[in-house]
């Protein structure tokens, strides 16, 4: 089948989707997007808007019977109307057994340990009370992180216990309790897998959190490694997709420990914010290799063109209402920024309103950079204009 005629949609529309969808363009080939509202980011660019719910299983059925592809841009949808999409025909990726999985990080961790993949250790817990008594009892040491086993994403589902004191925030319902790993560095690497088996990485990236928000702050590309380490980061990435026997992208976070060790942190079987540098930084991005990977096309280039920092644009602590850039012009004015979007009319507190991508032959300047497109552009409400 001639893929140029293929029906490809995508559950989500937000600033995923509609890059996915950008991604597509060129190929003048239209992706149907699912969400409840043509106003988010995905509305203005998507071939078709379909508004329903993408975690409700009638709206997931009655889009997918429309189509011959369908994929994701978030983990919570609903796998049992895919698991029937798959059974009629429809092509599912990333598959909803694998989906099922690792959007439960509970189902994921077990996963790992299975296939003996290295990952940080980790103990379930049914909700905060029986943390509360483990802690009590001298059954379960501090610091530790908490995370939800459902509907984590962006820092949220997310809770770190440094002592007693921050027992009060401890996140409610199923959950597993991790270490706090001393770690060297966070990093990323992006897998691709293809129906008929072939595999590619991109160069792994090195992540910097916010400090309050738990977002990805900075991601450095290429990764302050030894070369040793990133053979290793590649390695584990298509060694832990190939365990999951997954299609399209997936994207693996991984810590470096003082031990020297690689360690799986969670993974995403989607285009994912550690790759957002990809579409300037890279031959392929990671939205055209997540295409070309569901579709069964030849993988793309993962070549680096040159090193890169991505710094997210998020909404000003403290501002709600209608988004204004302040300081964009003066971004633009600077060399080798690349400022994306997405097209959300509203600002919160930490939302991803954008991101920027910083080129530079020299990676540090290319760092100090970014944190200039921090410290200048902000986004805010009406009332936050000075």
Not at 22 to 51: C, H, K, M, T
Not at 354 to 362: F, I, N, Q, R, S
Request: with cysteine.
């Amino acid at each position: 089948m001639d893929f140029l005629r293929t029906k490809v949609g995508v559950l989500g529309g937000g600033q995923l989707g509609r890059m996915l969808c950008q991604a597509a363009q060129p190929w003048n080939l239209p992706l149907a997007v699912l969400d409840r509202r043509r106003s988010y980011p995905a509305g203005g660019v998507a071939g078709r808007f379909v508004e329903g719910d993408f975690t409700d299983f009638d709206d997931v059925l009655a889009f997918g019977q429309e189509l011959d592809v369908l994929t994701i841009e978030i983990e919570n949808v609903n796998v049992e109307a895919l698991k029937r999409l798959e059974a009629e025909g429809v092509r599912v990726y990333p598959q909803p057994e694998a989906l099922a999985t690792i959007k439960d990080k509970g189902l994921q961790k077990l996963f790992y340990n299975d296939r003996s993949l290295p990952a940080v250790p980790f103990r379930a817990f049914e909700d905060a009370r029986a943390i509360e008594r483990a802690v009590k009892r001298g059954r379960l040491d501090l610091p530790f992180v908490q995370k939800t086993r459902l509907a984590g994403y962006d820092g949220r589902g997310v809770s770190v216990v440094r002592s007693e004191a921050d027992l009060p925030r401890l996140l409610p319902g199923p959950c597993i309790v991790e270490p706090l790993v001393d770690i060297r560095a966070e990093l990323a690497v992006l897998a691709a897998r293809r129906p008929s088996g072939e595999t590619a990485v991109f160069p792994a990236v090195e992540m910097v959190f916010h400090p309050t928000a738990n977002l990805v702050e900075f991601l450095a590309c290429p990764a302050r490694i030894p070369e040793e380490v990133e053979r290793r980061a590649e390695e584990l990435a298509l060694k832990t997709i190939q365990a999951f026997g997954l299609c399209g992208l997936l994207a693996v976070e991984m810590f470096w420990t003082r031990d020297d060790e690689l360690l799986i942190n969670e993974v995403a079987p989607r285009p994912h914010n550690s790759g957002h540098h990809t579409l300037d930084a890279c031959i392929t991005s990671q939205f055209e290799q997540h295409l070309r990977a569901i579709l069964d096309l030849p993988l793309g280039s993962t070549r680096l063109k040159c090193p890169a920092v991505m710094v997210n644009l998020l909404g000003a602590p403290g501002s709600q209402g209608p988004a204004h850039y302040l300081g964009i012009e003066q971004c633009l004015a600077m060399e080798g920024v690349k400022i994306h979007l997405y097209g959300k009319e509203e600002t919160r507190p930490f939302r991803k309103m954008g991101h920027a991508t910083v080129l530079d032959e020299d990676l540090d300047r290319a760092l100090e950079r970014a944190r200039q497109v921090k410290d200048t552009l902000k986004i805010v409400a009406p009332a936050d204009v000075a």
